[in-house]
């Protein structure tokens, strides 16, 4: 069974870096699944998909994010991660990570991290 666990600080200040790292168990990345997704849901709001990186180390963004976020993986440790840049409390929110087939199509997500930006 694929598990995919979420890991970071749950508070970061404003202006600072935001680091999450997805760890996947019960099947290899690079082998099984071609998109590598990371989405957030703010409080109160919709989930918000922030970009991906797939097979081949291609990387994609949300336009509204691009600037801030910059998305990465080590193979050899079957791990994802996240980096969002200049934070601000409208950062905050809980963060997931999620594979799928497709960049559309997620077939298994994390169980979610919530993050808050404050000082």
């Known amino acids: 069974q694929v598990q995919l666990q979420e890991s970071g600080p749950g508070l970061v200040k404003p202006s600072q870096t935001l680091s999450l790292t997805c760890t996947v168990s019960g099947g290899s990345i690079t082998t099984s699944y071609y998109a590598w997704s990371w989405i957030r849901q703010p409080p109160g709001k919709g989930l918000e998909w922030m970009g991906v990186i797939v097979y081949d180390g291609s990387t994609y963004y949300s336009p509204s994010l691009k600037s801030r976020t910059s998305i990465s993986r080590d193979t050899s440790k079957n791990q994802f991660s996240l980096q969002l840049s200049s934070v601000t409390p409208e950062d905050t929110a809980v963060y997931y990570c999620?594979?799928?087939?497709?960049?559309?199509?997620?077939?298994?997500w994390g169980q979610g991290t919530q993050v808050t930006v404050s000082s």
């Open positions: 999620a594979i799928g087939p497709t960049t559309t199509v997620m077939d298994y």
